[in-house]
């Protein structure tokens, strides 16, 4: 995931939770999922990928929300899956478990997190129904799917799970152009970058962007979705299939998102880096 060339990712979202309730208010919110991994060399993508995990919990321990009321608590676990992991989870509805699936391609590509299972006929507008059937709400479609490279770093494997939580990216992939001068007097040169990822502005070390960090938005966003969905279904204890932070600037382009202009200066050049322009088509 560090310094990845691009990513392009569609948000889907399988997660376990468990609300513990304090008299008082308040108190504890545990998300979880498992994810099985296929594909080239998956026992020992397992393990890499489990220490990933686990590198990323340690750095981010003593989540809590922003109001100071609520500790959050993540888990995953991954695990090699077998033809009936696969079949039992390409089967499984919205909402239905808290199970991933990670398959693993040979060589290096764009790391995606997928809608639905490939096979899986579970598609469209997931929707809430009352006692009665009756439906009173609809949330974005639940996704159980990712798919990985053996070449990527295993840090990836972290992102693109939570994007099967509900969360989006907070980076653009974007060309910057640039202008060289020179201090020796000779005329200035001038032209575009490749397309390269570049963080949101306030999101530079977070995990849905360039690094390993939790961002405090991710942790209420996770924890509000989740005391509104437990109102929805009357219950502590659910599987969570929804998007988490639709309200947040991600996926569809936005000015100013990113860094507008940096300089990088030796002592024969100076070089101006401004107007970035999109180049991930929008989701």
């Known amino acids: 995931m560090n310094n990845p060339l691009f990513y ?3 948000d889907g979202k399988d997660v376990g939770v468990t609300i513990t309730r304090n008299p008082q208010g308040g108190g504890s919110i545990t998300f979880y999922s498992t994810i099985y991994v ?9 393990k890499l990928y489990q220490d990933a995990f686990d590198k990323f919990i340690k ?23 077998t033809e009936d992991d696969v079949k039992r989870i390409t089967k499984n509805k919205q909402e239905m ?10 060589g290096d590509g764009r790391p995606h997190s997928g809608i639905g299972v490939p096979g899986s006929s579970d598609k469209g507008l997931g929707k809430d129904l009352d006692k009665n059937g009756f439906v009173i ?28 939580w509900g969360f989006g990216d907070y980076y653009a992939d974007v060309v910057y152009s640039w202008k060289t001068e020179y201090t020796d007097g000779r005329k200035p040169t001038q032209g575009k970058e490749q397309v390269r990822s570049v963080p949101f502005l306030g999101y530079e070390v977070d995990i849905m962007s360039m690094g390993l960090g939790m961002a405090p938005t991710h942790i209420d966003d996770l924890a509000n979705t ?9 219950s502590d204890n659910f599987v969570m299939g929804r998007r988490v932070d639709l309200g947040r600037p991600h996926g569809n382009w936005r000015a ?3 860094q ?13 880096y401004s107007n970035p322009v999109h180049k991930r088509p929008t989701n």
């Not at 296929?38 to 397992?46: E, L, R």
């Not at 750095?59 to 899956?81: C, L, P």
């Not at 478990?97 to 040979?106: K, P, Y």
């Not at 989740?226 to 009357?234: F, M, N, Q, R």
């Open 8 to 10: 392009y990712d569609i």
């Open 38 to 46: 296929t594909g080239v060399d998956a026992a020992n993508k397992v």
């Open 137 to 164: 709400g609809e949330y974005s479609p639940s996704g159980r799917y990712a798919q990985m490279y053996s070449a990527r770093d295993a840090n990836t494997s972290v992102h693109e799970e939570l994007h099967n």
């Open 59 to 81: 750095g981010n321990g003593g989540m809590k929300t922003s109001d100071g009321k609520w500790d959050v608590k993540i888990k995953m676990e991954f695990k090699v899956a």
């Open 226 to 234: 989740a005391l509104k969905t437990s109102e929805i279904k009357g």
């Open 256 to 258: 100013g998102q990113v």
């Open 97 to 106: 478990a808290a199970e991933n699936i990670m398959n693993v391609a040979a």
């Open 260 to 272: 507008q202009s940096r300089v990088e200066q030796s002592k024969e050049t100076k070089t101006t």
